[in-house]
């Protein structure tokens, strides 16, 4: 038994993390369960899944290219453009949501050139809408996860392919396109069961109550009709589509088989001519799609810059020291889970993506349920918002981890092992340094997360325990709309900032 | 190390100080309890009378509110609950979780409201609020769903707002609703999780009209010295929201949670309701609503299903919305 499960200690990580996503829905559904689904629920989860697939095509379609100009293209600016580029995916979900629409919306400068050259103004109301948010929102993270495939090739293969004169065709058969087999899967179920879970984005870009998601349902059976078993009966679909997707996704993941390189910088060949003119249309395309809502969002939050409340200061360090410590937490637990499957405990793998289904509020009512009866919940804010911060994060930073590992067991193991090195000196000496780049990227994205993060704390909040996502959403419920784009300024920019210096270390610290 | 054990020793000071007076909790929706709503002034001035500690535990709005009474249930620690309004008070009664107030009737509402369990702390008019400079507004919803304007309005089944806006049209046009639904389908720019996002897009231009209350162009006025925001007058009336508290039976400090729930329909607390929560004071103020206030219109017609009634028709006009507006 001991030797399926595996390791003990990323086995428990295990249990904890199915303990907090099956086991909270679990824990509401003890109520009385109700697996009766009306016409209504039907419908959401048909609309759930079309949004759902559509974004993740998109997105990674729009990937593909986007990572291949920006792997073998070199320019000034291109590592801040890489880090800028990331930040979309940091923002919280209404300002994303103004941001893109003081971009394409009715008043918005798309509109106005539109209409300017005589054609019917567009509205960004509808599935094009709540798709071009998804794509706006996940693009970013699916171009960096691809972005990492390509420099996992080692120098070695591209300089090969150059020396046997192989056309960009002829690479892209023989390099790119195993090293897309391994990550794309990866990024497509990311971006699905991403979108699977999206509830104010579908319902405020989707025009109305024909664009209900699964998540919707969930909350207007938790928050409006108090019906906990059902709100568990949908949660457990849900559970169910992310298992289905994780498993797909398992099946055609494989290692590259690239073997050890000496990890050199890669030098990937840049074919000139049109390819190059073609590269960068496709870098400029989409800076400028992923970066001027960035800039709308810049733009309306100075003047609120003036008028912060003064409760800013406390809920800013706050929310810091959460996204630090989940940050933390959520990459340790990944990468020990990354090497363990990497080993061949392989149960641990959809486990480790189970988090990415878990809807924040199921996950946070059972909590409630649990903890309630031995203390007042409100006492355990903080620690709890930790917690689901950092298991809400750890399918993205599993999956970032999961390739690398694979290849530093293949390249690397058999060394490491014959050194006798174990325990920390191999983490020191080998994972860390060899892994430091997807580590870095990826506790920089857990941090930026859970700074952005309202779901749990706006069912645990007392008073003291205030972050700065609920400030703004308590901000924009009194009316101050220039103030909470002022306080949302201040969260997207800390936000960066905790991004910025953890995928700093990472660059810095990867082995040479 | 001084200075540690001197905190710990602070810690343990105040730990003692606080066990000496009572810990009061009140339950309320996020926007009372903020820096900017009523909750700072009325804990002040409620601490200054009841020797005691006052705490605000908040849920995101009325319903979440009132979930988060269920959640808890009969061994909750909350003492009294601020903010659930006559739309979800039906369904507060039947949980069991109440105890009656004991209070007297108020008397600064429009119409009479006398329940043994829950007591008005405000009220306002739901409204379309649209910018001054709109030519052509509409005076009905007829009006409004013939006309080429954009609306956003919020969903009945995430936001108190969007349910007060289907109890509103279905308490004007009873068997009609599902008519007047499909005349505002094209109307509906998009349908939004909760007041702060179609009440921000609004503000950011992205529709001509928003459903919000008569009372929101007073805070432009009063806080932000903008006069160009107005609401549409209705002839078919306006509906009403009445936001009520209410003592849980659980509560381990009764006789506070009655002192509280009169000191909430005192002067002293019922005159900073106004310019806090934006809405009407539960009693006619002895100094008058403060200015900016008298700008706005009062409706002719009063729209409020009684809370049995608004009940009962929830699930049905919350479906009839959804089926005329999902085609």
């Known amino acids: 038994m001991a030797k399926r499960l595996g390791p003990i200690g990323p086995a428990l990580i295990g249990f904890a993390v199915v303990a907090l996503t099956l086991g909270s829905a679990m824990m509401t559904a003890v109520q009385k369960p109700d697996w009766a689904f009306g016409p209504a629920d039907v419908l959401a989860l048909r609309f759930t899944l079309l949004q759902a697939s559509l974004s993740a095509v998109i997105s990674c379609a729009l990937a593909v290219p986007l990572a291949r100009a920006l792997a073998r293209r070199h320019f000034l600016g291109r590592t801040l453009l890489i880090r800028l580029m990331a930040a979309p995916f940091l923002l919280p979900v209404v300002v994303a949501i103004l941001g893109l629409l003081a971009v394409f919306g009715r008043a918005g400068p798309v509109n106005q050139i539109i209409t300017a050259i005589g054609v019917q103004p567009m509205s960004i109301f509808g599935l094009h809408g709540v798709v071009l948010a998804h794509v706006f929102l996940n693009l970013p993270l699916a171009t960096r996860m691809l972005l990492q495939g390509w420099q996992s090739i080692p120098a070695e293969r591209f300089r090969l392919a150059v020396t046997l004169d192989m056309p960009p065709s002829a690479q892209f058969r023989h390099l790119e396109i195993p090293m897309l087999r391994s990550h794309l899967p990866g990024a497509l179920s990311i971006v699905f069961l991403l979108c699977l879970t999206s509830f104010a984005v579908a319902l405020t870009l989707g025009g109305g109550p024909g664009a209900s998601t699964l998540e919707l349902a969930i909350y207007q059976a938790l928050r409006f009709e108090f019906d906990l078993g059902h709100a568990a009966a949908l949660a457990l679909v849900q559970f169910a589509l992310c298992f289905v997707v994780a498993l797909v996704a398992l099946r055609f993941d494989e290692n590259p088989k690239f073997g050890a390189g000496l990890g050199r910088e890669p030098a990937i060949p840049a074919p000139g001519g049109l390819r190059k003119i073609l590269d960068g249309l496709m870098i400029f395309c989409a800076a400028a799609f992923l970066l001027t809502p960035l800039a709308a969002v810049i733009l309306r939050g100075l003047p609120g810059l003036g008028s912060l409340p003064p409760g800013l200061a406390e809920a800013l360090v706050r929310s810091v020291l959460i996204a630090v410590a989940s940050a933390l937490l959520a990459i340790s637990a990944a990468l020990s889970l990354a090497m363990t499957v990497a080993r061949g405990t392989r149960w641990l793998e959809p486990v480790a993506m189970l988090p990415l289904a878990a809807s924040g509020l199921v996950m946070g009512t059972g909590l409630f349920l649990a903890i309630h009866p031995i203390l007042p919940p409100e006492r355990l804010a903080l620690l709890v918002t930790l917690l689901v911060n950092a298991t809400m994060a750890l399918p993205f930073l599993f999956r970032l981890l999961l390739p690398e590992a694979r290849a530093l067991l293949a390249d690397y193991g058999r060394l490491s092992d014959s050194l006798g090195l174990s325990g920390a000196a191999r983490l020191r000496l080998v994972t860390i340094p060899r892994l430091a780049r997807p580590l870095g990227f990826g506790a920089g994205l857990a941090a930026a997360l859970s700074m952005g993060d309202l779901g749990v704390i706006a069912l645990f909040a007392g008073e003291r325990s205030v972050t700065l996502p609920l400030l703004v959403q308590r901000l924009m419920g009194a009316y101050r709309m220039e103030a909470a784009a002022g306080a949302a300024l201040v969260l997207v920019a800390a936000s960066f900032a905790l991004f910025w210096l953890f995928d700093r270390w990472g660059t810095r610290h990867a082995a040479a | ?327």
């Open chain 2, 1 to 327: 190390m001084k200075t540690l054990s001197l905190a710990a020793g602070l810690a343990c000071l105040a730990t003692v100080a606080q066990a000496e007076i009572p810990i009061f909790t009140v339950l309320t929706y996020d926007s009372f309890a903020s820096e900017w709503g009523p909750g700072p002034m009325i804990e002040k001035g409620f601490e200054a009378t009841c020797a005691c500690d006052l705490r605000f535990v908040t849920a995101g709005d009325g319903a979440a509110l009132l979930a988060r009474v269920q959640l808890e249930g009969a061994d909750g620690a909350g003492d009294v609950v601020v903010g659930l309004d006559t739309s979800l008070t039906s369904k507060a009664a039947a949980t069991g979780l109440f105890a009656p107030h004991g209070q007297p009737a108020v008397t600064g509402l429009p119409i009479a409201y006398d329940d043994p369990l829950f007591l008005p702390f405000d009220w306002g008019y739901f409204a379309f609020v649209h910018e001054k400079t709109l030519m052509a507004v509409p005076h009905s919803f007829e009006e409004l769903a013939a006309s080429d304007l954009k609306i956003i309005i919020q969903d009945p089944r995430s936001s108190t707002p969007g349910l007060g806006l289907v109890l509103w049209v279905k308490a004007a046009y009873g068997d009609r609703a599902t008519e007047i639904w499909a005349g505002l389908k094209d109307n509906i720019v998009t349908v939004t999780p909760g007041w702060s996002e179609a009440y921000g897009m609004f503000l950011e231009g992205e529709a001509d009209m928003v459903l919000s209350y008569t009372t929101s162009p007073a805070y432009h006025l009063i806080a932000e010295n903008d006069d160009s925001k107005a609401a549409a007058v209705f002839a078919e009336g306006h509906y009403m929201q009445v936001e009520v508290s209410a003592k849980l039976a659980a509560s381990h400090e009764p006789a506070l949670a009655d002192a509280f729930l009169a000191y909430l329909g005192s002067e002293a607390a019922q005159e900073v309701i106004p310019t806090t929560n934006w809405m009407y004071p539960a009693m006619t103020l002895a100094k008058g609503l403060p200015p900016g206030f008298d700008s706005l219109f009062a409706p002719e017609k009063s729209l409020l299903l009684a809370p049995e009634k608004a009940g009962d028709m929830r699930d049905i006009a919350v479906e009839e919305w959804q089926n005329a507006l999902a085609q």
